[in-house]
């Protein structure tokens, strides 16, 4: 069973910054595409980030240039370095892996709150 370990979410003001990071259990973690999402109470889960086992970064309109996906192979973790943000960032944040030619998000976090206040 994989497992992916969240952390770095907290409460933060308008404008400041926050990085979030993923540790997951999974042998591999280098050939798996990743990604960050993002949930309010009583709306769907929406992608924020995603990354590619060849790196290549894909954002939500809403995050470009203010938020920054990139992985770490030899440490098996995905982060998301958010910058400038904003009250409507407010979210549990997952990030999320999928299995090579999975076609799907196979395996989620357990999400951590990000919180910003005006």
């Known amino acids: 069973q994989v497992r992916l370990v969240e952390s770095g979410g907290g409460l933060v003001q308008t404008g400041g910054s926050l990085t979030l990071s993923c540790v997951a259990s999974?042998?591999?973690?280098?050939?798996?595409?990743l990604g960050w999402y993002r949930q309010v109470p009583g709306k769907q889960r929406d992608l924020v980030a995603r990354?590619?086992?060849?790196?290549?970064?894909l954002y939500a309109d809403s995050v470009k240039g203010r938020f920054t996906i990139s992985r770490d192979n030899a440490k098996n973790t995905l982060y998301l370095q958010m910058n400038s943000l904003k009250p409507e960032d407010t979210a549990v944040y997952y990030c999320a892996l999928s299995k090579v030619g999975s076609g799907t998000w196979d395996y989620w976090g357990q999400g951590t709150q990000v919180t910003v206040s005006s």
């Open positions: 990354i590619t086992s060849s790196h290549t970064p």
């Open positions: 999974e042998s591999h973690f280098s050939i798996s595409d």
